[in-house]
Structures are given as structure tokens and as C-alpha cells.
């Protein structure tokens, strides 16, 4: 109740219901509220309904990644992507490695700083009639090459965990394996049954299967020693390819959107909240905070200033396009959430990561209105 009160209240001043679930989970998560609240074995259930919610979330995520749109992406698009992702991970590596952080530690946040949240974004700029325009093609163009590299620095983390050194060494090899595999059961088995339920009009038939289909890949996945998570990627991705009907496939995303927005997902949010260490909040933590916070501006910014330079974009629109991938969101919470899970890295840089979302998502919509005004 309270998540959804939080969620409904930041959707009512035009930001994104995320925020509202994390605060909540913040105030739940509060020493004195705490104990009141989470006894006995709901802690744990609400652990494992987070990890659940990571899995549909991932799944989602490749669901949506539009293959078409993406070869398409203009030279623009595909530059700006690739500045934005790797000035703000470079920035981000050796400003933590200035303040003695660990390599990994260095390398996990500057992911979590690289990775954008661009549906926040595209909402203001449909609002402001500048979704069709240059600048609203390239930052949806550049938001989707963005999830991808997002998604591929996750299975690289994912590897890391596995075995180390020596698991990144054979992932290639996994992958390929598991690749294989995934094609067979997504592109010969899955659309003949899809398509056999969708003749008889169930909807809630193919959703079914699509969820199995999904869960099956994620298990096959984690046999082969990969990451569920990479696993329900490429299961969504497979399921949006194998699906030919555009009626279908509108109805399964539809289907996953509301079970995992508007169920599943809530947990993994809250569960973030919860992890938030108000004990470390001190003076050097704020400074932390801030200055985190400040290399994920700079980075974004700096990245796409730079690309604009190469591309002789106006500085304005340099700027917009800027503002608009500068909002953190999910996939770079779930990179911190399984560095956490993992004791990659430490509760008061996990508590940093945490904060720097929430600034950047609170302040990048207002200045890019800014702007649009």
C-alpha cells in the first residue's frame, strides 16, 4: 500500500513510479519502521519476490528491444550511444579509483553511471511534441543501443561471478553453446505452439507460453552457467522476434507489462529501499553521494558533448539529447543490486549508487524541460 501511495504520487508530478517504490522502501527500511514491519520470514519473502521481479524485469527489457529499429539506428544515434556509455564508465572507473576503491568497485560503479534510463525522457519529449523530431529519434535510437551494452556489461559481471578471470575466458564458448540451444527452442518449438493457441483465440494461452518458453531459457541459462538474468534477455529478445503477428505480439507485452509493473517488480524496488544503509549516512557519505553524483552528470554530458562536437550538432540540441540520457533507472540498479547480493561491493557504495538514481532522475527531467521550453 504504501509502495503504491509513493508510486502514484511521483507519477502525478510527472516522474517515473520507480522513485515513488524506492522511497518507500527507503522509509520502510527506516531503523525505527523497520523492525515493526519486516518479522519472522517476510524479509526473506520479500528478497525472493525481488529476485522473481529482476527475472520478468531483464525478460521485459529484451522484449521490448525492437531489432528492426536497432539496425536501423542512424550513424548519429549509434555514436552518441557509444560516447554516453563509455565517457561516464571511464569517468566513473578512475574517479573512484582517485579515492582508493578496488578495481572492481571502480569498474561496478562506473557501469551502474553509464548505464541510462531514457523512458523518463521520451515521455517529456512526446509531451513537448519533440518525440519525431532529430533529437527524439536519436535519444530513442541511442536509449535502445544503450540497453543493449547495459545488458552486456551485466553478463560480463555475471561471468566475473561464475569464475572469475577464468570465467570470462570461457563465455564465449558458453554463450555460443547456450545460443544455440535458445535458437532451437525459440525460433522451432515456440512460435508453432504460440501460434497453435493464438488459432483458438487464448491470449491468456500464449501468455502462458511465452512464460514458460522465458523461465525454461532462464534455467537453461543458469545450467550452462550464465546469468539468469542475461538468459531472460535473450529470451525476451528471441520472443520478440519469433513472433510475426503484430496483434500478438502488442497483446504479450502488454501481458508482461502488467504483471511485472504492476506485481512483481514493486519487491525488487522496495527491496533496493531496504538495502539503503541509513548507519553509513554521514558527512563523508553525503560528499560521496555528491560526488558520484556529479562524475554521472559530467560523464552523460561530457559524452554526448563530445559526440555532438564529431557530429556538429547544435549545442542546444547537444544539451537536450544530454539531459535526456542523464536519468538513472532498473538495469543499472539490478548491476548494483547483485554487486550488493554478492559483496562486490561495499553497503555505503551501494547506498552512494542508490542516491546518485534517485538525484539524477529527480533533477535530469526538470532541466531537460528546461531546455524544451
Not at 562506473?110 to 535519444?139: F, H
Not at 483458438?200 to 538474468?229: A, D, N, P, Q, R
Request: net charge neutral.
Amino acid at each position: 500500500m504504501i509502495s503504491f501511495i509513493f508510486a502514484e504520487f511521483f507519477y502525478n508530478i510527472s516522474y517515473p513510479r520507480v522513485l515513488g517504490q524506492i522511497i518507500a522502501g527507503m522509509v520502510l527500511g527506516y531503523p525505527l519502521i523497520k523492525p515493526l514491519v519486516f518479522q519472522g520470514a517476510f524479509p526473506d519473502l520479500v528478497s525472493a519476490l525481488s529476485q522473481i521481479g529482476i527475472v520478468f524485469l531483464m525478460l521485459l527489457v529484451g522484449l521490448k528491444i525492437n531489432v528492426k529499429n536497432m539496425r536501423r539506428a542512424s550513424w548519429d544515434a549509434t555514436l552518441i550511444a557509444f560516447f554516453g556509455f563509455t565517457v561516464p564508465l571511464v569517468m566513473g572507473f578512475f574517479g573512484m579509483r582517485v579515492l582508493g576503491y578496488s578495481h572492481l568497485e571502480a569498474v561496478i560503479t562506473g557501469i551502474c553511471l553509464a548505464i541510462s534510463a531514457e523512458a523518463v525522457a521520451v515521455e517529456i519529449l512526446m509531451e513537448y511534441n519533440k518525440l519525431s523530431t532529430r533529437v527524439g529519434t536519436i535519444v530513442v535510437e541511442a536509449g535502445m543501443i544503450d540497453d543493449v551494452l547495459g545488458v552486456f556489461s551485466l553478463s560480463i559481471i555475471a561471468g566475473f561471478l561464475s569464475g572469475g578471470l577464468g570465467g570470462l575466458i570461457f563465455m564465449p564458448a558458453e554463450i555460443a553453446l547456450f545460443l544455440v540451444a535458445s535458437y532451437v527452442i525459440g525460433f522451432k518449438v515456440y512460435p508453432q505452439v504460440a501460434r497453435f493457441i493464438w488459432r483458438e483465440k487464448s491470449e491468456e494461452g500464449v501468455f502462458t507460453v511465452s512464460v514458460i518458453f522465458g523461465l525454461t531459457v532462464v534455467v537453461l541459462s543458469e545450467y550452462l552457467g550464465l546469468s539468469s538474468l542475461v538468459g531472460a534477455f535473450i529470451a525476451g529478445l528471441i520472443i520478440h522476434l519469433s513472433i510475426k503477428d503484430k496483434k500478438e505480439e502488442e497483446e504479450i507485452v502488454d501481458s508482461f507489462q502488467k504483471i511485472t509493473f504492476g506485481l512483481i517488480i514493486p519487491f525488487f524496488f522496495i527491496s533496493i529501499g531496504l538495502n539503503f544503509e541509513y548507519g553509513f549516512l554521514n558527512q563523508r557519505l553525503v560528499l560521496l553521494i555528491l560526488y558520484i553524483t556529479l562524475l554521472a552528470f559530467a560523464g552523460k554530458l561530457g559524452g554526448t558533448y563530445l559526440s555532438g562536437k564529431i557530429l556538429r550538432l547544435p549545442s542546444k540540441e547537444a544539451s537536450i539529447i544530454g539531459w535526456s540520457m542523464n536519468s538513472r533507472g532498473m538495469v543499472g540498479l539490478v548491476v548494483a543490486e547483485i554487486a550488493r547480493a554478492n559483496n562486490l561491493i561495499t553497503p555505503a557504495l551501494f547506498t552512494a549508487i542508490v542516491a546518485t538514481t534517485l538525484l539524477t532522475t529527480l533533477i535530469s527531467p526538470a532541466v531537460l524541460r528546461r531546455y524544451l521550453q
